[in-house]
């Protein structure tokens, strides 16, 4: 029953990327904010949860001229400039002082802490209610970082007053020998270098970029085509509801002791609807999950095999999540906006591999992925005539004669695929998942279990990102929902492909 | 209620409504090595050649698992109920449902095998003899294993769970050595802390070059991972290495290499979880908090002990070790010693401690700890944290260590007890001698 409640919620947010794929969706990609000069304003708001529920929430708002105006969880990603200095002018909103500290960064606004009555109130100068207070920092390394307010943050920040920054590198697109120099590649097309298709980290108007300044014009260590943020953030509706109904000190204090998640946060969200479309409000034009009118921002990864992709991870809990990669391993190239090199020039030389990364309250990691199927030891594809972009030669038009005669058995497997090394169960015996094709090849679809299926339309294959303490992949008692995601490795187009359509999900 | 009035209602009821068939379809049958039965009459009708010329190492390797439930025993005499999984390899097809449906194991039985090899996994579910009321299909993920397919993943959303009474095959080419971890993905919060979690690792092709070559590494002939830098490559028919003409060489080679290894997985339960999950209540997510912490399976002092047997005898299961793997790790004064930790829990950290000498941190999620220059990133440490999820190599080099009984054991004081039972928990002996 469970789960044919996540299957309706599932079809919901189908129906609406199916609705706004008209409207023409970027999705895989950060949303955020650019510039150097920002109004911010620090209020309520309540977020919507996968299994009917709302929460409380405080957040900041972009109310610069032409922003999106209203709260959101979590506050408007900052994309800036290494070099920028940036400047917020924070108007407050809610009932007690708020303040915005930027870890990281090189404040230059005052750093003398806000005392009341003697005590201590924020780590840095507030804003009192229904004022305002203005920050600016300088963005001198690039990197993954956040923002969150320096005021009483045990609740503050469980209430949500955060927000990710991402700095960009002065070389960010200005090194033009990146785009000659293939990487990642495992396969070849009949011999030769596939040409490169998508890899336009160093193309003005293109997505791809580096994340950190490479040492040189042949450190790849953070050069990437496509970037994801993975901020993540967990509720105990016990204190949100205590917040919005009691926030009574003397009487009917919160035991903190008692606090115990069980809402657990991608970019705001709560799965399966960190994989609906996000809201975007470009040119006045607001589109998107409007369900959700405050958590704008999804998380979706999608990519073709051979592609690079940098994940921003970032940490607003308080509690550590151990994110696990299906598909493949990550590789941590930097920590807390700090590149993992051993010295200046070298790149990433202290980087590493991890299936499952512990991500620490407050910190945050950027890591690429890349997948392309080597060595599966079967060809991915089942249309064998041509080579695909980053296929994996060895396994090329490799077939295979089953162990077993299917007959034998007395039940109904499906003919052998040649091209795979088993015989595959019939529909009937399996029980399909909303990702699945039907079929065990890319680009190729068969019969699902009736019901099932539905929410793959280039036929990709699917991988859950996911916390690996499983009980995080519940919403309030109700599974699956939670701290996770599908990330998607979409085929190369093909001859006759609708590439319209594709361009729509995957800029 | 009590549990064991709950076991037999839940029984009487089992007998009637479960009616599976009997014959499981296996693709390929029996894990004995290089022997194929085509039409699953036990008969052998083919052989599988042997691997890089090596006798006794087929190229190609199977295992049978059955999927289902059965009752573990706690360090502290606690009965509870378990889904997991048990490996049939040894029983024919027509016999293989009787013989392995609620006999489920804590951990489930190990999976190791070489890089190189390929691996047919079948996986029959079998059904949960005590729980009519469920439907559930079960899976296998190949956890952290590199470059996967949705198809042979496991994890039901991108793919498919296997229904009761059916059969799948999973397919793996083993190509990348390291320390993994697998387990059913199907409903992944209940099925995993209901305990569906086994070890799996994959032992590098640097053992079987110096087993081919009869040149040890600094005196060693098993590796956690290729060390070395000039390893060769195996053959594109995997009928040898490329060349075994080599002398290995490196900065780190021979650094992984070691005489006793033992994989210990950290886990956990929660007793009201799985006493509401035989009760068919409703299952309490929200609420979980773990009760009993364990090393494969088991609670100190069992972790030393015997193969754990079974109360099941009551209900017709006899001989039912559903605790069979044990964590005691015995070597001698010298030798080095390879842990293949992982922590399995589905909500606890855990931060395992050593009261001896500090060890060698050599691998992560299934990696040598080497920086992609090639620089040794390995790391001394008298403990090792560890996330749901991670697995982590270590080396414990027992050169000069005064013989006698160490300990090896989580310094989460919650989690050194068997619920209201002290002195237990998360802990095993390592035993010089």
């Not at chain 1, 994996?392 to 162990?403: C, G, N, R």
């Not at chain 2, 009616?19 to 009459?41: M, R």
Request: aromatic share 12%; hydrophobic share 35%.
């Amino acid at each position: 029953m469970l789960k044919l409640q996540f299957m309706k919620k599932i079809s919901l947010i189908l129906a609406a990327i199916i609705l706004l794929l008209s409207v023409g969706q970027a999705n895989a990609f950060i949303d955020g904010i650019s510039g150097t000069s920002f109004q911010f304003a620090a209020r309520e708001g309540r977020l919507s949860t996968p299994d009917g529920g709302n929460l409380l929430f405080w957040g900041f708002a972009d109310t610069t001229p032409g922003g999106r105006a209203s709260v959101q969880y979590p506050g408007p990603t900052l994309i800036i400039n290494q070099g920028d200095t940036v400047t917020i002018t924070l108007a407050n909103e809610l009932k007690e002082p708020v303040s915005m500290m930027f870890p990281g960064m090189t404040t230059l606004s005052s750093m003398v802490p806000a005392l009341k009555q003697g005590r201590l109130s924020s780590l840095v100068p507030e804003c009192e209610p229904g004022g305002t207070q203005t920050y600016s920092f300088r963005a001198d390394k690039a990197g993954t970082f956040y923002y969150q307010s320096g005021s009483n943050q045990a609740i503050q920040l469980r209430m949500g007053l955060f927000g990710a920054i991402v700095v960009r590198p002065v070389l960010h697109k200005k090194l033009a020998i990146h785009n000659t120099v293939p990487f990642g590649l495992y396969s070849s097309t009949n011999g030769v270098r596939h040409p490169q298709v998508r890899l336009d980290y160093n193309n003005p108007t293109g997505i791809g970029g580096v994340a950190y300044n490479p040492s040189n014009s042949s450190d790849m260590s953070t050069v990437y085509d496509r970037e994801f943020l993975y901020m993540v953030s967990e509720m105990d509706p016990k204190f949100q509801r205590w917040m919005e109904f009691e926030q009574d000190k003397i009487n009917k204090p919160f035991d903190f002791s008692a606090w115990k998640a069980n809402y657990w946060f991608i970019n705001g969200r709560n799965a399966p609807d960190t994989m609906g479309m996000p809201l975007t409000s470009k040119n006045g034009v607001v589109s998107g999950s409007l369900q959700l009118p405050s958590q704008p921002y999804n998380c979706m990864p999608l990519f073709h095999p051979g592609e690079r992709v940098l994940i921003r991870i970032i940490n607003m809990g308080q509690d550590f999540h151990p994110l696990h990669t299906h598909g493949n391993h990550m590789r941590v190239v930097a920590e807390d906006g700090n590149l993992l090199q051993s010295s200046g020039g070298t790149g990433a030389d202290l980087s590493w591999e991890a299936f499952t990364v512990t991500m620490a309250p407050g910190k945050t990691f950027d890591a690429t992925f890349t997948w392309s199927g080597k060595g599966l030891g079967w060809d991915i594809y089942e249309d064998t005539a041509t080579f695909r972009p980053y296929e994996y030669i060895a396994d090329h038009i490799k077939t295979f004669t089953p162990f077993t005669s299917p007959a034998a058995s007395g039940l109904t497997p499906k003919l052998p695929p040649q091209g795979l090394p088993v015989i595959m169960p019939g529909i009937q015996e399996t029980m399909a998942g909303p990702n699945g094709s039907g079929s065990p090849f890319l680009g190729s679809k068969e019969a699902l279990t009736p019901g099932e299926g539905g929410f793959n339309p280039f036929n990709g294959f699917f991988f859950m990102w996911h916390s690996h303490a499983e009980r995080e992949l519940t919403n309030n008692d109700i599974f699956p929902g939670g701290l996770l995601t599908m990330a998607g490795i979409v085929p190369w187009p093909a001859t006759g492909d609708n590439l319209t359509v594709l361009d729509e999900y995957m800029p | 209620m009590t549990t064991n009035k709950l076991l037999t209602y839940w029984l009487a009821l089992a007998l009637i409504a479960v009616a599976l068939p009997a014959a499981a379809f296996l693709q390929f049958p029996y894990d004995i090595p290089g022997i194929v039965d085509w039409n699953n009459d036990g008969t052998a009708t083919g052989t599988v050649p042997d691997f890089i010329g090596l006798p006794g190492t087929p190229a190609a390797v199977s295992m049978h698992l059955a999927a289902g439930d059965g009752y573990s025993k706690m360090a502290d005499g606690t009965g509870l109920y378990i889904f997991g999984f048990n490996k049939g390899s040894a029983f024919p097809a027509s016999t293989f449902m009787k013989n392995t449906e609620f006999r489920a194991e804590m951990p489930a039985p190990t999976i190791s095998y070489y890089e190189g090899q390929e691996f047919y996994l079948t996986l029959t579910n079998v059904g949960m003899k005590l729980r009519p009321d469920l439907f559930d299909p079960h899976s296998v993920h190949f956890h952290g294993f590199p470059q996967a397919a949705p198809v042979f993943d496991g994890e039901p959303m991108a793919s498919f769970g296997i229904r009761m009474g059916f059969d799948l095959t999973y397919y793996y080419n083993l190509v990348e050595p390291g320390t993994y971890l697998y387990h059913c993905h199907v409903e992944a919060t209940e099925h995993m802390e209901m305990g569906m979690l086994g070890n799996l690792f994959i032992m590098p092709r640097q053992d079987l070059y110096t087993r081919k070559t009869l040149v040890p590494v600094s005196g060693f002939t098993q590796f956690a991972y290729n060390d070395c830098d000039n390893l060769p490559p195996y053959n594109p028919g995997k009928t040898d290495f490329e060349t075994t003409l080599v002398t290995l060489s490196g900065s780190m080679c021979g650094s992984t290499g070691y005489h006793v290894q033992k994989e210990i997985q950290f886990s956990d339960f929660d007793a009201i979880f799985h006493q509401k999950s035989l009760a068919a209540d409703v299952l309490p997510f929200a609420d979980m908090e773990s009760s009993h912490y364990m090393l494969n399976g088991r609670g100190y002092p069992d972790t030393v002990g015997a193969s754990v047997l079974n109360d099941a005898a009551s209900i017709g299961k006899v001989n039912y070790y559903s605790q069979p793997i044990d964590s005691k790790v015995t070597a001698n004064q010298g030798q080095r010693i390879l842990l293949r930790l992982s922590n399995l829990s589905i909500q606890n950290f855990t931060t395992l401690e050593f009261n001896g000498p500090a060890f060698k941190v050599i691998g992560k999620c299934a990696k040598l700890l080497r920086g992609p220059d090639g620089k040794d990133l390995s790391y001394s440490a008298n403990s090792v944290f560890m996330g749901p999820g991670e697995t982590y190599d270590l080396i414990l080099d027992t050169s000069g260590w005064a013989p006698g009984t160490y300990y090896f054991y989580s310094r989460n004081l919650n989690q050194l007890n068997n619920d209201q039972m002290e002195r237990g928990g998360a802990m095993t002996e390592i035993t010089i001698i």
